[in-house]
């Protein structure tokens, strides 16, 4: 059979749908890793050596497993020790965990490459610790780091569709249930695929424009 204009008008609404879910899971998820990020990185940071080796071997645990597979622990095996969740809680939470790892690395690049005269500027300016990484070193060293930021929402966006595993019913899965009851994939399937396709390069357009107007602010202030 081929392509079908009525078919394809009839399932759009379904699929508008799940995309919303889907980009709530992206948005969600992401918010855990900016902020998961970087407890993870100051961790890494710490002068108490005993969190900073648990810190370091929880990140290369984490980044050196499936992220399929933390999905899979989180909502199946969890509940065996009491910790019931639902499937969108559970993905959010599994995919924000996984990449908060890889954003805790972005985060200490972006603090390693703050001047060391800024941290002894605040020494002689008697700041605090948290004045000092509040007012100093945290605005120097996220600016830069903002378009990789980006790109890894854009990651996580195209990892939604392993949500799908935990029966979430997200943008794939619906596409699939879809094409299970209709015996019809070549439509459902082929949306799924340009809205993935449209949004991930509106997206990538937005953090390339970003990162030029950023470069360009940080020459200004040089100048």
């Known amino acids: 059979m081929g392509w079908s204009w009525k078919f394809t008008l009839q399932i759009l609404p379904q699929l508008l749908d799940a995309l919303k879910i889907t ?126 930021l980006g790109n890894y929402l854009i990651v996580m966006f195209k990892e939604t569709p392993l949500l799908s595993a935990i029966t979430l019913i997200e943008l794939l899965s619906q596409a699939q249930i879809i094409g299970s009851n209709s015996f019809r994939y070549l439509e459902p399937i082929t949306l799924v695929g340009v809205f993935f396709l449209i949004l991930s390069y509106l997206s990538s357009l937005l953090v390339r424009r970003l990162e030029s107007r950023l470069k360009i602010n940080q020459k200004g202030l040089i100048n």
């Open 23 to 148: 980009i709530s899971a992206t948005v969600v998820s992401f918010l855990i890793a900016l902020v998961g990020g970087l407890l993870l990185a100051f961790a890494r940071r710490s002068e108490v050596k005993l969190l900073s080796w648990v810190t370091g071997g929880f990140v290369e645990f984490v980044r050196s497993t499936p992220p399929l597979v933390q999905l899979f622990f989180i909502f199946y095996v969890a509940p065996h020790f009491g910790l019931m969740l639902s499937p969108f809680t559970a993905g959010v939470l599994g995919l924000g965990i996984h990449f908060s790892t890889y954003l805790s690395e972005v985060y200490r690049a972006g603090i390693d490459a703050v001047p060391r005269g800024q941290w002894e500027a605040a020494i002689a300016l008697n700041f605090s610790k948290s004045q000092t990484w509040m007012r100093i070193i945290l605005p120097q060293a996220i600016r830069p780091i903002v378009p990789v």
